[in-house]
Every structure is written in structure tokens, then in C-alpha cells.
Antibody
Framework: QVQLKESGPGLVQPSQTLSLTCTVS????????IHWVRQPPGKGLEWMGVIWTGGNTDYNSVLKPRLSISRDTSESQVFLTVNSLQAEDTGIYYC???????????WGQGVMVTVSS | DIQMTQSPPSLSASLGDKVTITCQAS??????IAWYQQKPGKAPRQLIRYTSTLVSGTPSRFGGSGSGRDYSFSISNVESEDIASYYCLQYDKLTWTFGGGTKVELK
């Protein structure tokens, strides 16, 4: 069945780089776009970026200098990298899939990331 | 990036009430707006896409409308299971944007 699951380190030191993986099953990354969203504790959702079915990427303009999204279609994995982490990057990071238009049906469970020394 | 101004940030409702949440975009988003529900500790769930199209499984008491820059989301006959946070999302451009969210509480 369709699943998305985020994984990565729960704790990262300030100024370091965060690397997260979204592992999907039940569908192909060449058929669905994969987005990353994050949510600081007690706050709202922030769209971070997307890797489209063709492999192109688009990013939140504020985060763009620090953000990279890539994928390995053979392993059904999408990767998120965030550089120069600060405390404000603490939060839950989600990936979700999107097909036509704005339709999104499956999300990962989210992974909590804490930026602290 | 397009900015989405969502209001109110929170509201209190009694069971059976109708509530309305609005989102205003910084530019015309051509009806490309979706609405999500998020309950504590859970991932968001899409309820509506393209302004007013209910996603499969969304109860009919949820609705959406609007055009241009201004959009609204409503819940008629609020039920206890509707207590959650709600977010709009614009997807008119290649970069998407969420609204700030509205927390719906029971009065």
C-alpha cells in the first residue's frame, strides 16, 4: 500500500547540516511529486520545497539558499538537506505526495528534529 | 513567493455552529487553493482542493468558495470531531504557500 516515511537524526547541532530521507512505497517517484513541509512546535505549517516527477525542484524563496531536495528513484527515496541550522529550524518535518493540480492524499508521519548543542 | 493571510488565528464555536475562515492571497491565485485539517500529533489531511472541490471522504458540512485573491472555508453544523487547526494552501505557482492557520476550539 501507499506509504511515506521520513527518517533522520532527531538532534542536530547549530550550524550543522540536516539530512532527511523520505522513503516511499506503493508508487513511483516518477508519477508523483514529493513535497517537504515543516512545523515548528506549536506553530503553523511551512512549505519548504518540491521535487517534481521529472526531477526538477522548486524551493521556498526564503529557505532556498540553505535547501536542497534530490531523489533516488531506484530506491524510492527523496532527500532533504538543510544547511546552517539554527534553533528556529527545530520542528516536525513532513513529506507528502501530490499528483494532479493541488491534490495531495498521503503524508508521512513526520519526523521531529531538534537543533541544539 | 505568494503570501497567504489567514484569519482568524483562532475561534471558538459551539456544536452546531457555522464557522468561516478566510485566506487572502498577495496576488490572484486563480482558484488554486486547498484547505487542510490538522489534529494534534497528526499529519495534515486535505479536505478541499481547487477552491471548492471536496476530496473523497470529506463530509459535506465542509465547504469552500472564493476567487481572485479572496477565499473562504466553512464548516456548517460544527461537530466535536471538527476541533482542529485548519490551513489554506495556494498552489498557483511552482512555489506553494500555507496560510498561518486557524485553531478551532469548542466554546
Amino acid at each position: 500500500q501507499v506509504q511515506l516515511k521520513e527518517s533522520g537524526p532527531g538532534l542536530v547541532q547549530p550550524s550543522q547540516t540536516l539530512s532527511l530521507t523520505c522513503t516511499v512505497s506503493g508508487f513511483s517517484l516518477t508519477s508523483y511529486n514529493i513535497h517537504w513541509v515543516r512545523q515548528p512546535p506549536g506553530k503553523g505549517l511551512e512549505w519548504m520545497g518540491v521535487i517534481w516527477t521529472g526531477g526538477n525542484t522548486d524551493y521556498n524563496s526564503v529557505l532556498k539558499p540553505r535547501l536542497s531536495i534530490s531523489r533516488d528513484t531506484s530506491e524510492s527515496q527523496v532527500f532533504l538537506t538543510v544547511n546552517s541550522l539554527q534553533a528556529e529550524d527545530t520542528g516536525i518535518y513532513y513529506c507528502f505526495r501530490n499528483s494532479y493540480g493541488g491534490y495531495s492524499d498521503y503524508w508521512g508521519q513526520g519526523v521531529m528534529v531538534t537543533v541544539s548543542s | 513567493d505568494i503570501q497567504m493571510t489567514q484569519s482568524p488565528p483562532s475561534l471558538s464555536a459551539s456544536l452546531g455552529d457555522k464557522v468561516t475562515i478566510t485566506c487572502q492571497a498577495s496576488q490572484n491565485i486563480n482558484n488554486y487553493i486547498a484547505w487542510y485539517q490538522q489534529k494534534p500529533g497528526k499529519a495534515p489531511r486535505q479536505l478541499i482542493r481547487y477552491t471548492s472541490t471536496l476530496v473523497s471522504g470529506t463530509p459535506s458540512r465542509f465547504g469552500g468558495s472564493g476567487s481572485g485573491r479572496d477565499y473562504s472555508f466553512s464548516i456548517s453544523n460544527v461537530e466535536s470531531e471538527d476541533i482542529a487547526s485548519y490551513y489554506c494552501l495556494q498552489y498557483d505557482k511552482l512555489t506553494w504557500t500555507f496560510g498561518g492557520g486557524t485553531k478551532v476550539e469548542l466554546k
